[in-house]
């Protein structure tokens, strides 16, 4: 069993809609949890950081963590063109050790 | 701006050639990761350095070499030890605290010729 799973998509939306990313994860201990957007032939970019169990909003995006799930959560709301692109969930495990998640491919259709 | 530059964009290794992927960050960060990315495959760790002339193996070490010399600085060699390097590289720093975030650089893309 994998560590982190993430539906690779591709999930297409039109332009407008609240889009719904996902990842489960498989050890208890994780605590700080991270969303990255990652454009074609770019390097990751850190849009979301939380720790523990919560929501955190920032602008359109929300992060939400579900500890007793073992379930992390990034939607975007009014998704834009724009946004089209692969989000990448990332956990920290410890000793400067971090597990990512394979990626889901957006696509946000005008 | 702070932030980590990766150089070359785009590398072409010859069959028993190494190569250097150079990674520099203005962030002052202390710690640094070289990852490899493959389609369908998360972001595997090939080395990281904590500090300054120290670095440890990653999960995906074997037929890789690395330096620190400079806090700013960690260079990645693909050696011909490496037989599958066609790869996206993606050096990442962080501050002394390794629970906060990674930053990323754009990537270096290596294809085999």
């Known amino acids: 069993q994998k560590e982190v799973e993430q539906d690779p998509g591709p999930l297409s939306v039109p332009e407008g809609a609240i889009v719904s990313l996902n990842c489960t994860y498989s050890n208890s201990a994780f605590q700080y949890f991270m969303w990255y957007r990652q454009y074609s032939r770019k390097g990751p970019e850190l849009l979301m950081y939380?720790?523990?169990?919560g929501n955190k909003e920032d602008g359109r995006f929300t992060a939400q963590v579900d500890k007793s799930s073992k379930y992390i959560s990034l939607f975007i709301r009014d998704s834009q063109p724009s946004d089209s692109a692969t989000y990448l969930c990332?956990?920290?495990?410890?000793?400067?050790?971090?597990?990512f998640g394979t990626g889901t491919r957006l696509k946000v259709l005008a | 701006d702070g932030g980590i530059t990766q150089s070359p964009k785009y590398l072409f290794r010859k069959e028993g050639q190494n190569v250097t992927l150079s990674c520099e960050q203005n962030?002052?960060?202390?710690?640094m990761y070289w990852y490899r990315q493959d389609p369908g495959q998360g972001l595997r760790l090939i080395y990281y350095?904590?500090?300054?002339?120290?670095?440890q193996k990653g999960d995906i070490a074997e037929g890789y070499s690395v330096s620190r010399e400079k806090k700013e600085s960690f260079p990645l060699t693909v050696t011909s030890a490496q037989k599958n390097p066609t790869a996206f590289y993606l050096c990442?720093?962080?501050?002394?605290?390794?629970?906060?975030?990674?930053?990323f650089g754009d990537g270096t893309r290596l294809s085999i010729l």
């Open positions: 350095s904590q500090i300054v002339n120290d670095f």
């Open positions: 990442a720093s962080n501050s002394a605290n390794p629970n906060q975030p990674q930053h």
């Open positions: 962030l002052n960060h202390d710690a």
């Open positions: 939380t720790y523990s169990s």
């Open positions: 990332a956990m920290f495990k410890g000793t400067y050790k971090y597990i």
